[in-house]
């Protein structure tokens, strides 16, 4: 039967078709390359710990965070001045990278005062920095630089089970999985380093003031598909022909 639906009509359709399989194939896929929970009885082996962390029940910090993503069991307690180093290698093609973890700043951590100096959580990727924010957990009189987007603060000035010196000194709570600061990192090297430290001229000892993480994953995204360059040749062929077709006599 001869098909009898108009030239114009057909290619239109056929671009349409083309245009939202090439967006479909384009979009990155996420693949996770690294996750740990903490509750295993030793450390990943792409972690360093570094001299002074440990693996910690999380006490007061457990069910904080969003259904299927909180802190639980244990996790990595590590003291201000002391890097816990993440190594990862052989990681697929990519061109995006992205990190996530619970972060708990536990007892006396300073801020951004002048007395003390301040307490700042320094992320760095390759050596470089992706995140230095000050945290706070005495209040009034210290301030916090990290301002926390939508639905990163789990808690905030509570006590959750570590205690540290002084009555005013208690503990918070961040999904900094959800700060997009944290997604689509450009990045497409084999391999990667994160560092992870609380730095600053005020840093105290494990008994004054600490830190943690829980649920550290990483993740990339995938170069898109060699196909979605053909499709969007033949997509554009088309939407040429289409033009060319409903152009007047």
């Not at 802190?71 to 992205?98: K, Y």
């Not at 300073?110 to 005495?138: C, K, M, V, W």
């Not at 009555?167 to 090297?189: E, K």
Request: one cysteine or more; a negative charge.
């Amino acid at each position: 039967m001869q098909n009898t639906t108009p030239k114009a009509t057909r290619l239109a359709s056929l671009s349409l078709l083309l245009t939202s399989l090439l967006f479909a194939n384009a979009s990155p896929a996420q693949t996770v390359v690294f996750s740990s929970n903490f509750d295993g009885a030793s450390l990943p082996s792409q972690i360093n710990p570094g001299s002074d962390a440990a693996l910690t029940g999380v006490q007061g910090f457990a069910g904080l965070g969003p259904v299927g993503y909180q802190f639980g069991g244990s996790f990595l307690r590590s003291a201000t001045g002391n890097t816990v180093t993440l190594t990862l290698q052989g990681l697929p093609n990519h061109t995006e990278l992205n990190l996530g973890f619970l972060f708990a700043a536990i007892d006396s951590l300073d801020g951004s005062g002048s007395f003390p100096s301040g307490d700042y959580l320094h992320i760095t990727l390759d050596g470089q920095t992706l995140f230095r924010e000050s945290f706070a957990n005495a209040d009034p009189n210290q301030v916090q630089s990290y301002v926390p987007p939508p639905g990163v603060e789990l808690a905030r000035h509570q006590d959750l089970g570590f205690g540290g010196p002084g009555g005013f000194y208690t503990d918070s709570a961040y999904n900094l999985a959800a700060d997009p600061r944290f997604m689509h990192i450009a990045h497409s090297a084999s391999t990667a380093t994160f560092s992870f430290l609380i730095e600053g001229q005020g840093i105290q000892p494990l008994s004054d003031e600490s830190w943690a993480m829980d649920n550290l994953i990483v993740s990339v995204n995938a170069v898109p598909e060699p196909a979605s360059a053909g499709l969007l040749a033949l997509g554009l062929l088309c939407l040429t022909r289409l033009r060319k077709t409903r152009q007047p006599a």
